[in-house]
């Protein structure tokens, strides 16, 4: 018997598996031949990455304050974590709403399918370029930041906010109704406390990628915080000790706000 299932024959590749591995290895193919028939013209590819190692040596070993005092980026990380922060609550409660219409379980067919593609179609485009987008009416800045990172934020968050309500169990929805419950009644007293979990990790992912987001949209929407002074350091000033030293503030309040995150979504789950 088991000689027998050793020679069985492995199981065909699906469609998806088999366009997927086709895709990688025509990837790959062109990675190489990029590779090999580029023109390097008179670029010392030795003395090229040699330099690179350099500077990140400089960069990791030698972090140094010039331009920026450490309470000045102390600061400046504390204005990106408020970019985070807002755009996050915005996004949350706004998509609180969406998602609640984006549930299959929870509203008509044909209103979760116009909700849901409006959604996808705002995933589809890069936050970066949303910001872009809105900064030809309100300007770079802040203003812009804030309402392209926000607008994205409501996509993402609709999307996986509608999927937890999904969740729920059709039985338990129709239970409630026979019992004369309205939809609001439904929503508060049994979709939202059996999905808070999701909600919780959710909201907390986006905003960790809101906070990496604030960092870039400071260079390149002139937002402000902790990624204007990176963007500053690297493409004007080039100092690599100071690029060094924002780069630790910036990992270091990454590490921190993990941390909260997770006792907070801790302590809130205990009492829920």
Do not use: C
């Not at 030293?245 to 921190?256: P, R």
């Amino acid at each position: 018997m088991k000689m027998e299932e050793a020679i069985l024959p492995a199981k065909p590749l699906s469609k998806e598996s088999l366009t997927m591995w086709i895709l990688l290895a025509v990837l790959s193919l062109l990675t190489v031949y990029a590779l090999l028939t580029i023109d390097y013209k008179s670029v010392d590819m030795a003395k090229a990455i040699g330099d690179t190692l350099n500077n990140f040596k400089t960069i990791f070993l030698h972090p140094a304050a010039h331009r920026l005092s450490l309470w000045g980026a102390f600061y400046e990380v504390l204005i990106t974590m408020g970019l985070a922060f807002l755009t996050t609550l915005f996004g949350g409660i706004i998509a609180m709403f969406l998602g609640l219409l984006a549930a299959q379980n929870l509203a008509p067919k044909q209103v979760t399918n116009i909700i849901k593609g409006f959604v996808a179609f705002i995933r589809a485009v890069p936050t970066i370029l949303w910001v872009l987008i809105f900064a030809v009416a309100a300007g770079l800045g802040s203003a812009a930041a804030v309402i392209g990172l926000t607008f994205h934020s409501v996509s993402y968050l609709t999307k996986a906010y509608s999927e937890s309500f999904e969740e729920l169990d059709r039985s338990v929805i129709e239970a409630l109704m026979a019992s004369g419950a309205n939809w609001w009644q439904i929503i508060f007293q049994a979709v939202i406390p059996s999905s808070v979990s999701s909600l919780l990790s959710w909201t907390f992912m986006r905003f960790e990628i809101n906070f990496a987001n604030a960092v870039a949209m400071g260079a390149a929407a002139g937002a402000a915080g902790i990624g204007f002074d990176l963007f500053m350091d690297s493409g004007f000033y080039f100092d690599l000790r100071e690029i060094g030293l924002v780069t630790y503030f910036i990992i270091a309040f990454a590490i921190v706000l993990e941390a909260i995150s997770t006792n907070l979504k801790s302590k809130i789950l205990k009492k829920a």
